[in-house]
C-alpha cells in the first residue's frame, strides 16, 4: 500500500512539474536556465493560443525547442491537431514535405523584411522571383526554422524583425532571443516607471512651492 502511495505520488509531481527537470541542464548555446525556458514556452503558447502544458508535451516528444513553433504553425495553417504534425515530422518527412502534405506553399512563411544571413538565401527566393512563383520555392527545414520563429517573435512582443535578425546573427538561438526580449522589455517598462515618478515628485514639489 505504501509502496503504491509512493508511485502515485510520483506520478502526480511529474505532472505538475511546468518544466521537466532534465530539460534545465539542456545547452542552449547561452545558459538561461528554467526561467528563460518557461519564457519561451509561455511565449509559444500565448501567441498560438495553446495551453503552456501542450508546448512542453511536444517537447516531451522529441521535438527540439526552436522547431515547436514550426508545429503550431503548420497545424494552424492546415487546421490538424499538432500530434498529427509531429508524427509526420518523427517519421523523417523534411518541413517542405509536410508543408506540400497538407496543400500548404511557401508563402505562408513570408515575412516583410529586408535582411542578411541567416536569411538572405531564405529572402532571396521571394525577392528575386515574382510573386506568382513563390509556390515553387523548395526550402529547407533550417530556411523554415528560421522563417517562422522570426514571425513569432517579432510578432508576439511586436519586435523590429532586423533586431531579431541581427541578435540571430550573432549566433544566438530563439529561445535566448526570446528571454533577452523579454528581459528587455521589463527593464524598459521599470525605468519607464521610474520616470514617471521622478516627474510626479518634480510636479508637486513645485505645486507646494506655489
Known sequence: ??????FFS??????SSPI??????VDLGISIGDEGLRGFYLAVGDYYRVPQRDVIIIRERGM???EIPVVFFIAGRSRVAPEVVIDLRLRGMSWMDITL??????EIYYVPVRVGPPYGK?????????KKEWKKINFKDSDIINLVNLKFISEHYKYSS????KMREKGKNFVVINDEIKKGRKEHKAKDKRQDKEKNKGKSKGKDKD
Not at 521537466?20 to 541542464?25: F, G, L, M, R, V
Open 1 to 6: 500500500m505504501r509502496v503504491l502511495f509512493i
Open 10 to 15: 510520483l506520478i502526480i509531481l511529474s505532472l
Open 20 to 25: 521537466p527537470e532534465a530539460e534545465a541542464s
Open 64 to 66: 527540439p525547442y526552436e
Open 101 to 106: 502534405h497538407f496543400g500548404l506553399t511557401p
Open 122 to 130: 531564405a529572402y532571396g527566393y521571394y525577392m528575386n522571383k515574382p
Open 162 to 165: 532586423r533586431e531579431v535578425i
